[in-house]
């Protein structure tokens, strides 16, 4: 058993198409708003998630600053994902972008697997947005921590909102974990806050733990056992 999917989201960014261009074509780029590390080279994007290799996706479309799309190879199970993205410039130096994310997820357990990935797919794209606004050209050093096993995960979340002093709205301000930022995006297993060099990221992970996934504009070498150890410390006992 499983299922088909298709995830469509597009957004107006205050950025040119190609600013546009650079963040979702090169490794750079990518790195500032998905996940972990990406390497785009000879047609192909590689995606490492802390220890974690995704699927390599081929590039199967590229017209710069208008189309792009890539895929990974069918699995055995029928799994694959594809991503495709289309810029439309628009008036005063703003951009049309339109995320498709498609494929085939097996087995009996698509559904929770779907939920799960519908969520960091809405938490991604909304990061893509808020770069674009706001770091549009730099660099980001992604940091990828997770955190110890989780049993419950609303007790999980009500720690992490209590962290940050409640459960906060979009575009409130909030201190969490030592920084403070204005919530980007929350719904009910993400939460993403941006302050003035970065932006930090907490998902609840398919494979039972929270994860930390944030990107640093300014120091973020080193950052990795910081993030790790307060998540250790808020989930411990």
Do not use: N
Request: aromatic share 12%; no cysteine.
């Amino acid at each position: 058993m499983g299922r088909d999917f298709e995830l469509p989201m597009e957004a107006t960014v205050g950025a040119t198409p190609e600013e546009v261009w650079d963040a979702i074509s090169t490794g750079p780029g990518i790195d500032s708003w998905f996940m972990g590390r990406t390497e785009v080279a000879e047609g192909v994007v590689r995606t490492a998630f802390g220890a974690f290799d995704l699927p390599p996706s081929t590039v199967t479309a590229a017209e710069p600053l208008r189309h792009l799309a890539h895929s990974s190879d069918k699995a055995d199970d029928g799994r694959f994902v594809a991503y495709e993205f289309l810029i439309e410039g628009r008036e005063r130096g703003s951009t049309l972008i339109r995320m498709v994310t498609s494929g085939f997820l097996p087995g009996d357990d698509w559904q929770d697997e779907f939920e799960a990935m519908s969520r960091g797919l809405g938490l991604y794209f909304a990061t893509l947005v808020e770069y674009l606004g706001h770091f549009a050209g730099r660099a980001a050093t992604p940091v990828t921590e997770f955190g110890p096993p989780v049993s419950d995960w609303a007790d999980a979340w009500e720690r992490l909102y209590a962290a940050a002093g409640g459960v906060p709205a979009v575009g409130e301000r909030v201190e969490i974990g030592g920084v403070e930022g204005v919530v980007y995006h929350r719904d009910s297993q993400t939460l993403g806050v941006r302050s003035g060099a970065a932006m930090y990221r907490f998902m609840q992970g398919f494979g039972g733990t929270m994860i930390a996934s944030h990107l640093l504009f300014e120091g973020g070498e080193g950052q990795g056992p910081r993030w790790r150890a307060w998540l250790e410390e808020l989930y411990a006992g």
